[in-house]
């Protein structure tokens, strides 16, 4: 019988004979059918694995953004990640930014924050 992990195994060697630019094309093309709402079977494992061959390899892998992203793209200067030992001026964890977005889309503004992931996803897809 064949083991469990074999499968994953063979996947990520595939994975890494494939070249930078075919590993980047591949965690667009998986994250762009994400953002769509088409399901692909086995997706999640396969872009897990996908990525990790990605960061192995130090090769950057373009990152099709979703709405919460793009929403806090102008302050990505000031975010910081990781605990700080003290507050900083100027400087918000990184970790803060998915309750905001929560607390946004479910109690300040649900309505416009729909509207504006869904414009986002589109535009996004396009």
Request: glycine share 8%.
């Amino acid at each position: 019988m064949a083991e469990a992990g074999q499968p994953v195994e063979r996947l990520r060697q595939y994975l890494r004979q494939l070249s930078p630019r075919g590993r980047a094309l591949l965690v667009a093309e998986l994250e762009r059918a994400s953002l769509s709402g088409t399901e692909v079977p086995g997706g999640d494992l396969l872009l897990q694995e996908v990525r990790c061959a990605v960061r192995e390899f130090g090769d950057a892998a373009p990152r099709i953004a979703d709405p919460a992203r793009e929403f806090f793209r102008s302050i990505e200067p000031f975010l910081v990640d990781g605990v700080l030992a003290y507050k900083q001026r100027g400087r918000i964890a990184r970790a803060s930014l998915a309750p905001i977005w929560a607390w946004i889309g479910r109690d300040l503004v649900p309505d416009r924050a729909k509207a504006y992931s869904e414009g986002v996803a589109r535009g996004l897809v396009d």
